[in-house]
């Protein structure tokens, strides 16, 4: 039996999924799972017994990654799941900054008591004449799930397209239109294109990414999309850049003091992924990798740990260990398999970065005492049976 703690709500239809094998409880304290969306849970580091965080979402600011991986804490996350609705949104605002589409509402919304209005806007909708995006140049940068997707519809819509990724995966180069131009370098990007958006994760070195040196290689009247993450524009460069007549509007879903209502930005709070079918794509996701984990020991799209696949296990039983990635681990490990007269039919070990994970099946019942010795070995987090 199996406990999990819902930190925010989650939709329904991804906690349906799990079996009457799994109970929620009140306390974080009990649960071998926890499913978040957006709650902070830097705060929880006295959690012995969780052994996995389903982030029902992309982004794991929220979460301490690396703490929990060094407690042997599994933390995933759904990527590709709320793609499409992030995809929409960039797509929306780029007509919303095309056409000033809110300055028109606005004149409306000012203009409700005229009753001449349909007269008076003939008159005022130059004010908020716009351009079309169709034969315009966007450039794509990062082509993952979003980036893709983003780029294909683009595409479609009649844009001319680059994208930059120098990390495109198997997956992404097969999902992208064969029409969309892959460049080199991200320069170019920055000096042929009318639109940018941008798709990469925040780290120390994309953090402000796009500063008064990237602003001063782009065309004159430039719009910049960022549904990614805050951090990745260094805003003091960009209002300049906007006052200048460099940038002729800034879209984001991450408004800040210093953004929010400014000339020339369009902001939004953080609804990329604020869909029904987002929601509960996300959700459903999130379960399915803690289930496979805590039945099976698999780990898919971990955030702190490899991804490791072995299946539904076959034998009498199936040892998981999270260790840190260091020589003469698995040597120790199947050391003491020998010595405690255990034969391995299958096993794996994978490293990312620090951390390693280790699955071993074997051919007999695994006795607690062998538990307890590998976890004594230096530099072993935690040691699980699966089976």
């Known amino acids: 039996m199996f406990q999990y703690k819902c930190l925010n709500p989650i939709a329904h239809c991804g906690i349906s999924k799990f079996t009457d094998n799994y109970t929620e409880v009140n306390d974080v304290q ?16 006295d959690v012995p017994n969780l052994l996995a965080v389903g982030r029902a979402g992309a982004g794991v ?51 409700k008591e005229d009753q001449n209005i349909t007269k008076s806007m003939e008159k005022a909708k130059k004010a908020f004449a716009g351009t079309e995006i169709a034969g315009k140049k966007l450039g794509v940068i990062g082509l993952g799930a979003i980036g893709v997707l983003v780029a294909n519809a683009a595409k479609n819509l009649g844009m001319e397209v680059y994208g930059y990724d120098p990390y495109l995966s198997v997956k992404s180069a ?15 990007i920055y000096e042929v294109c009318d ?7 925040l780290l120390d070195s994309t953090k402000n990414m796009i500063d008064a040196d990237t602003f001063a290689k782009m065309k004159d009247g430039v719009i910049i999309l960022n549904f990614a993450r805050n951090g990745l524009v260094d805003e003091d460069a960009l209002i300049e850049a906007i006052d200048a007549g460099k940038v ?64 539904v296990c076959q ?7 999270l260790h840190k990635n260091v020589p003469n681990m698995l040597t120790q490990f199947t050391g003491i398999f020998s010595k405690d007269g255990i034969n391995i039919t299958e096993m794996s070990n994978k490293t990312r970065g620090n951390y390693s994970y280790a699955i071993f099946d074997v051919d007999s019942v695994i006795d607690k005492a062998v538990i307890e010795e590998l976890s004594q070995i230096k530099d072993v987090y935690k040691v699980r049976i699966v089976k």
């Open 30 to 45: 009990e649960a071998d799972a926890v499913i978040v969306r957006s709650a902070a849970m830097h705060d929880l580091q």
């Open 248 to 311: 002729r509007c800034y879209v984001t879903d991450f408004p800040t003091p210093k953004t929010a209502g400014a000339k020339g930005v369009i902001a939004f709070p953080h609804l990329g992924a604020s869909t029904e079918e987002s929601e509960d794509n996300c959700a459903m996701m999130a379960v399915d990798e803690i289930m496979d984990y805590l039945e099976n020991g698999n780990i898919k799209n971990s955030v702190n740990y490899p991804n490791t696949d072995m299946g």
């Open 315 to 321: 034998t009498l039983g199936r040892i998981a260990i």
């Open 61 to 111: 600011n929220n979460i301490p990654v690396d703490d929990y991986a060094q407690k042997g804490i599994v933390v995933f996350n759904t990527p590709g799941a709320n793609a499409n609705g992030v995809k929409e949104l960039v797509l929306t605002g780029m007509f919303m900054a095309s056409r000033d589409l809110i300055g028109g509402n606005t004149w409306v919304l000012d203009n």
């Open 195 to 201: 639109f940018i958006t941008v798709h990469i994760p």
């Open 174 to 188: 097969w999902s992208l239109s064969r029409s969309v131009n892959h460049v080199n370098s991200v320069d170019e």
